[in-house]
């Protein structure tokens, strides 16, 4: 089974700008792979950020966008918001209707 | 309103059968496929597969092919999560969420190019001695 990575863990101050990436064990992440980003905040099911790497999910702030940066999908957060810690997790499309999340990242911003 | 309404939590022993729902309702069932994903306790989501709306086409991810069977029921818009004979690593919230579909040449996939757009609210599988 593919492996996706993830940081486990990242700071931003509030404010701040931060990049979370999602890659691949032994492989390029591009856009071939759809990626989404889900933000999960305790007891909550996930909810959709971006998706099919950089199209924003209904209602979602404009501070969220997606992209490919190098051989990695990129969330970053420009200005970052106390409301936005939570956990945050990639997911590729790997063909034939399968798809992988990353092990997500735990974002604290302080 | 678009909601996927999962059945309630579960406490079972190892060793038994368990099988869990999650009901669609608001739109038309057959437009998108349904997929699983698990999170065990404080660790991520881990995609396990995903049905046709029909249940004539599962896929699994490998780690879970053979562990778990997905089906679904068109007539009552509903699909499921079942296992023969549970372990107690399979402690975890099964969240389900809709994919939409798309159809070429007669062959229907889950489309790759959008999310997983609504999920349920999870149901709670406890498998302890």
């Known amino acids: 089974q593919p492996v996706v990575t993830q940081e486990p863990v990242l700071s931003v101050s509030p404010g701040g700008t931060v990049t979370l990436t999602c890659g691949l064990v032994?492989?390029?992440?591009?856009?071939?792979?759809?990626p989404s980003w889900y933000q999960q905040t305790p007891g909550q099911a996930p909810r959709t950020l971006i998706y099919?790497?950089?199209v924003p999910s209904s209602g979602v702030p404009i501070r969220f966008s997606g992209s490919i940066l190098g051989d990695k999908a990129a969330l970053t957060i420009t200005g970052a918001q106390v409301t936005d810690e939570s956990h945050y997790y990639c997911v590729l499309y790997m063909g034939s209707g399968f798809w992988v999340f990353g092990g997500g990242t735990k974002l604290t911003v302080l | 309103e678009v909601q996927l309404v999962q059945s309630g939590a579960e406490v079972k022993t190892p060793g038994e059968s368990l099988k869990i729902s999650c009901q669609a309702s608001?739109?038309?069932?057959?437009?998108?496929?349904i997929a699983w994903v698990r999170q065990r306790p404080g660790k991520g989501l881990e995609w396990m597969g995903i049905i046709s709306p029909g249940g004539s086409d599962v896929r699994y991810s490998p780690s879970f092919q053979g562990q778990v069977t997905i089906s679904a029921d068109k007539s009552v818009a509903t699909a499921y999560l079942r296992w023969s004979s549970l372990k107690t690593s399979d402690t975890a919230m099964y969240y389900c969420a809709r994919q939409e579909g798309f159809c070429s040449r007669a062959t229907c996939y889950p489309n790759y190019y959008y999310d997983m757009d609504v999920w349920g609210r999870g149901t709670t599988v406890t498998v302890s001695s």
């Open positions: 032994s492989a390029t992440v591009s856009a071939a792979y759809y």
């Open positions: 608001g739109y038309n069932f057959s437009t998108h496929w």
């Open positions: 099919s790497t950089n």
